[in-house]
């Protein structure tokens, strides 16, 4: 075996519920550690083999999908690669020191690693100094077995509640950008999506295109088949949008009926060929209403730019507006251009 490489690498260690041996010195395959994704992660950081060895059997037997690293570099690997939950890392070691370890660990972090420093400092000061470079909590060697378990669990707990608290955090921030009803962005969130495009717009030089959609006597539909039909046209308009909104586009439900897609990167006559194929798919559409074949249709107005003179988003969106009026006026289930801007 080359030991050489074997002891340069992380070596993943699996622990004894499963059936691989927990003693291999080699990196486990891919798959491998994949299968482990739900596992509750560990690095330990620790240029002694012996000391390695005393952890490895204090965490034997556990649920944990541990990797070992001999020296800082590899331990700021293993964290790049697999994102351990916990770091269990030693003060001295050849390259990076545990307490560098620390400081780079809590330097922008998405998920929070908890992190418990093993060493020999047993100075009060270096405790101190420990815990203010970001360890959560410090243990001296050598250690009981019994506690490194004990803590490895308080890490465990306090680890989850950020996680649960990171997850509900993210539900949060996409309730808030999402319409309840159709799923699809909110103004909100089409106005800060749209903001930044428009200023990377004006940079590099692409047209910008807003285009508001009004469903057309959508009142009748309501008024005739009820709430819950209007609300399902609704749905139905907006897989409409979805299906047909590129990656560097975005559609939204502003309010009641009316709807906004922001399009990037094509000239008029593209714009315009994007915006008729959504007339023609929802003109389409076949609706049962209350047993009844109903056909729906939509107006849109729009309105863009291009080069170095950026608009106001509100502007765009009036403009956008007036146009759409336009198309209400000359008829409905059609699309008018706001005037150029001199
Ligand atoms: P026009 O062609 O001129 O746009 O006529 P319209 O009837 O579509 O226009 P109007 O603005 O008079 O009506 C919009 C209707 O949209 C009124 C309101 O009852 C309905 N609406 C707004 N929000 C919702 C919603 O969330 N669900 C349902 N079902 N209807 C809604
Ligand atoms: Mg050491
Ligand atoms: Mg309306
Ligand atoms: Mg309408």
Redesign the pocket.
């Known amino acids: 075996m080359d030991t050489n490489k074997a002891h340069r690498k992380v070596q993943p260690v699996r622990t004894a519920r499963t059936p691989l041996s927990p003693r291999k010195a080699v990196p486990a395959p891919r798959d491998v550690l994949d299968a482990a994704a739900e596992q509750f992660k560990i690095v330990v950081a620790d240029d002694s083999p012996i000391y390695r060895k005393l952890v490895e059997n204090a965490l034997a037997d556990q649920d944990y999908c541990v990797l070992y690293a001999n020296n800082g570099r590899d331990a700021l690997d293993a964290l790049a690669e697999h994102q351990p939950s916990l770091v269990i890392t030693d003060w001295e070691m050849p390259d990076i020191t545990g307490i560098e370890l620390c400081k780079k660990i809590r330097q922008g972090q998405d998920a929070y690693t908890y992190i418990i420093l093993l060493t020999s400092n047993t100075e009060k000061d270096q405790v101190i100094q420990g815990l203010a470079a970001g360890a959560d909590d410090y243990l001296t060697k050598p250690f009981h077995a019994g506690e490194l378990l004990a803590r490895v669990g308080v890490g465990r707990r306090v680890s989850e509640l950020h996680r649960q608290i990171q997850a509900k955090n993210q539900l949060l921030q996409e309730l808030a950008l999402t319409d309840p ?1 159709t799923g699809l962005p909110n103004r909100r969130a089409i106005e800060e999506w749209a903001k930044r495009e428009m200023s990377a717009a004006a940079r590099h030089g692409f047209a910008f295109w807003v285009a508001m959609a ?7 539909i ?1 008024d005739n088949y009820g ?1 819950e039909a ?2 399902l046209v ?1 749905k139905r308009f907006a897989d409409v949008l979805r299906a047909n909104t590129r990656s560097s586009n975005m559609s939204a439900r502003i309010g ?2 009316e709807f906004v897609l922001a399009i990037t990167h094509v000239d008029r006559p593209g714009i315009q060929i994007a915006i008729e194929r959504i007339r023609q798919r929802l003109e389409a559409e076949e609706f049962t209403l209350a047993g009844h074949a109903v056909r729906i249709t939509a ?1 849109f107005g729009i309105a863009g730019f291009q080069g170095k003179n950026m608009p106001d988003l509100d502007q765009l969106v009036r403009r956008a507006d007036e146009a759409l009026y336009e198309a ?1 006026h000359k008829g ?1 289930n059609r699309f008018e251009f706001a005037p150029e801007l001199s």
Do not use: I, T
């Open positions: 009803l009004d469903l057309d006597h959508f009142k009748s309501n709430h209007g609300d609704l009641g009926e107006s209400k409905r």
